[in-house]
């Protein structure tokens, strides 16, 4: 079984910068790609951003593309959500998120039914 642990929201300015982290443990990390999601309160669950197993291939949604950057370490079992220029729109429930094993190696999913495991989320709330 597959446990992820997010963790670094919070309340912030428009403009502001936030970091969220996520810390994976129950298989082999290095083996899949890592996908960060969020969701609103009344809307679906969204694709923000994916990493590749070895960080060589990257995804982020249209949204975020410029202000968000993914990056993992896959000697720390983490991946990371660099959030700058932070908007409104963007305040969220923040998940981290590992795909099924049938997305081992070199896939890189986005869609949310391509992911099996999932963290509790963290709170991203930025005021204009």
């Known amino acids: 079984q597959v446990q992820l642990v997010e963790s670094g929201g919070g309340l912030v300015q428009a403009g502001d910068s936030l970091r969220l982290s996520c810390a994976a443990s129950g298989r082999t990390f290095s083996t899949y790609a890592m996908g960060w999601f969020r969701q609103a309160p009344g809307n679906e669950r969204e694709s923000v951003a994916a990493i590749s197993w070895n960080g060589g291939r990257t995804y982020y949604a249209a949204s975020v593309k410029g202000r968000f950057t993914i990056s993992r370490d896959n000697a720390k079992n983490t991946v990371t959500l660099q959030m700058n220029s932070l908007k409104p729109e963007d305040t969220a429930l923040y998940f981290c998120?590992?795909?099924?094993?049938?997305?081992?190696?070199?896939?890189?999913?986005?869609?949310?039914?391509?992911?099996?495991?999932w963290g509790q989320g963290t709170q991203v709330t930025v005021s204009s």
């Open positions: 998120a590992a795909p099924s094993p049938y997305y081992a190696g070199d896939y890189l999913p986005t869609w949310t039914n391509a992911y099996n495991y």
